[in-house]
């Protein structure tokens, strides 16, 4: 068997050598063709990092040709900016950071924040004329101030021709944006809310520009707020439109205000959608001539948390509530699903609360316009101040308390409440209390018109 194999080994050998290959050879062969393919591998190798060489330089190439783009582009939130802040997340460093700009700031100034979460535990005082405050994204712009032992968000005041836009306030202790004696106030895209939703610890207004004059909220958006979430207080010539407001007690509130336009706002899920009063023992008595018109109120049946003020008697369910404003126009709005009442009309008097210790405050409610609304499915389960003004069920579309001043002339104080509907096209129910007299659900006399009030021209 031996003899077999070793036969078999020495023909191999011969018939490799017969034929020229040399084991040496071949080695030598072999290792050369290896060298080859490893001088291959190499060659290919770095042509393939040559080439992720030249995609690398050609991504760089394209994000520097994108951020030249971007930095040139006129639409860019941060072209003109004069200076601007980035977000940690450590209030240690984010709160001296934007207070550093705020101080720094000079008229003309853009002052903008980049998109990130910045933590803060204080308010941000701000005290400059003819400057923005220009966030990059309001989604991404996050001023979260949970944690706040007090005090409000943004606090501007004594101001002229400010701007504010494009960014979210959160979970302030106090109010979210307050704007105080401002003149030529200018709020866009704004966001304020309180993310535990609605809350009697959550700070009292959201968006609150007050003792302002030419003022316009725009576009933006109010949650939690345990007053009210867009509040115009004790102002002159004012805007608020296309803006939702949701879960406050109050959604929209002009308080005290005069030539005022609120429209194409959306107001659902508060205590009450959208209030219009005139309240005694302010500094500012008059409010007067507002416009309500294009509106969407609806389901305002979140109940009542606030801690205080007027707004604790306004009842869960309410849509529309004037209280004690002369030279009233709503009009074109849609009004539906409040369970208390979709629109009421009254004088301070039919609130029950003291108003004698101020001696220039008017009470009445007069020259009220309501017409041309769709309103329907209010009144189904009235609480409150609602439930108390009348017997019927539902509580009907609108509800006017019928009171004047008896010593004023009839003409000169009327009110109007014509071509109101329901969902089908049929009238909207109505009911003057007449005061103290019996209630009637004819419009009789009040099936009228008042001259529109003109625009607000900002």
């Not at 009842?315 to 004037?322: C, K, S």
């Amino acid at each position: 068997m031996k003899l077999h194999r070793l036969l078999v080994a020495l023909t191999a050998s011969a018939f490799l050598f017969a034929c020229g290959d040399d084991p040496e050879e071949n080695q030598n062969q072999n290792q050369n063709q290896n060298q080859n393919q490893n001088q291959n591998q190499n060659q290919n190798q770095n042509q393939n990092q040559n080439q992720n060489q030249n995609q690398n330089q050609n991504q760089n190439q394209n994000q520097n040709q994108n951020q030249n783009q971007n930095q040139d582009d006129p639409t860019h939130p941060f072209e003109d900016c004069t200076a601007s802040v980035s977000a940690t997340g450590d209030a240690a460093e984010d709160q001296p950071a934007i207070l550093a700009m705020f101080i720094d700031a000079e008229a003309g100034d853009i002052l903008c924040f980049h998109d990130g979460d910045y933590e803060l535990d204080d308010q941000l005082q701000f005290a400059v004329s003819n400057v923005e405050i220009r966030g990059e994204s309001r989604d991404g712009v996050r001023l979260d101030f949970d944690g706040q032992a007090g005090s409000n968000g943004i606090d501007i005041q004594d101001v002229d021709n400010i701007t504010i836009r494009s960014l979210t306030i959160l979970n302030t202790a106090g109010d979210g944006l307050v704007v105080r004696n401002g003149d030529g106030v200018h709020i866009d895209d704004v966001a304020v809310i309180w993310e535990r939703g609605p809350h009697p610890d959550n700070g009292a207004y959201g968006i609150y520009p007050v003792q302002s004059t030419d003022v316009i909220v725009e576009n933006s958006l109010v949650s939690g707020a345990s007053d009210a979430g867009l509040y115009l207080g004790q102002s002159e010539n004012g805007i608020l439109r296309n803006n939702e407001i949701f879960e406050n007690v109050a959604g929209i509130e002009v308080e005290n205000s005069t030539n005022i336009d609120v429209y194409n706002n959306e107001a659902y899920n508060n205590t009450g959608g959208i209030l219009i009063f005139n309240l005694p023992d302010l500094p500012r008595k008059e409010g007067r001539l507002t416009r309500v018109f294009d509106n969407e109120v609806y389901e305002n049946n979140t109940s009542n948390f606030t801690s205080g003020g007027i707004v604790q008697n306004v009842p869960r369910g309410t849509g529309i509530l004037v209280i004690g404003v002369q030279d009233v126009e709503i009009f074109d709005n849609e009004i539906y699903g409040n369970l208390s009442l979709g629109v009421g009309v009254v004088s301070f008097m039919s609130t029950g609360l003291p108003f004698e210790q101020d001696p220039d405050y008017y009470p009445f409610a007069e020259s009220i316009y309501v017409h041309g609304n769709t309103i329907y499915d209010n009144g189904e389960n009235p609480i409150d101040l609602a439930a108390g003004a009348t017997d019927l069920r539902p509580v009907p579309g609108i509800l006017w308390d019928g009171v004047v001043n008896p010593a004023a002339d009839p003409a000169d104080v009327l009110s109007c409440f014509p071509d109101n509907v329901d969902d089908d096209g049929e009238p909207a129910t109505y009911v003057n209390l007449q005061g103290e007299g019996p209630a009637t659900q004819e419009l009789g006399d009040n099936n009228c018109d008042l001259t529109p009030l003109d625009p607000v021209d900002l």
